[in-house]
């Protein structure tokens, strides 16, 4: 594991307490047009939300066998166990995550059909070629040191037909260097991520890794509502060993503020294996 990786599985060794208080989903909420997002409860079933329409978008089936990079603590993994009748194997780089998932699934009784594995998403992944029928995967992409090899391994392990269905955060298309410097790099210092991609750079690595991009979408104010479960974590950061790292002070308004006005947003692609 490089410098980088490093910092990255620091940040969810501590901070992955914190980010449960928000529910087992690790990823932002969905909302629908006009919903306000005043309660923690709104978010918790807003993540659902999300999770349920990138499972959806990858057309999965009872029996498939279904991979999830960077699958946090295993809650899509067990959803799509439990609910498309589906196996998982789940990779993660951050070890301690991958043990709650194992207990998750046990508890769940569900250890037989989901099975996590310790991996880089920017090597080799440890799957062998066409083994996995789809793969979902949210907010992992962001963390990435290489993406391209990332979706390169994406395309060898699908076998031919299967869906690739991603979630992710984004920045605005053609935002000049300044632009990036002032409203999306604090971001990337205080989450760990490499920087910030667009939807069309995802869509350039995609066609580049052999995969044909059925759809990109950018869910402009479907996901703007997350800004206030972003002031709950603002919040909650003052009491918190694991999300004192980083310049939250700064960065949580720079964020609000890059979401509201555009130069930040959250998007889905889906791809398909020739
Ligand atoms: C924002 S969380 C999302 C977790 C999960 N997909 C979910 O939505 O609940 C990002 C996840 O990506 C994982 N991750 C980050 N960098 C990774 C890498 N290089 N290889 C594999 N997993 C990685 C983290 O450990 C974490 O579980």
Redesign the pocket.
Known sequence: VGAF?SD??RH?DDATVEYRFFGE???WGLYAAGEAATSKAQHVAAAQRM?AEVVSAAEVRAGYRVL??????G??ALYLARQHACSVVG????AS?IEIARKKAAEAGVEDHVSFEL????KALPLDDASVDAIV????GV???DRATFFRECARCLRPGGLLSGEDWFARDGLSQDEYTRHIQLICDTWVFPDIGTLSSYARLLEDAGLEVRRTLDLAERARENVRTLDRIRRLVAYSPGLRTGRWAEMAPALESAWRDGYFTLGTYVARKP
């Open positions: 990786e990255v599985v969810y989903n690790l990823h999770t999830d990079a960077g699958c946090g603590i809650t899509t990779v993660n780089i951050t995550q991996a880089d998403c920017s995967t949210m907010e992992c963390h990435l040191a």
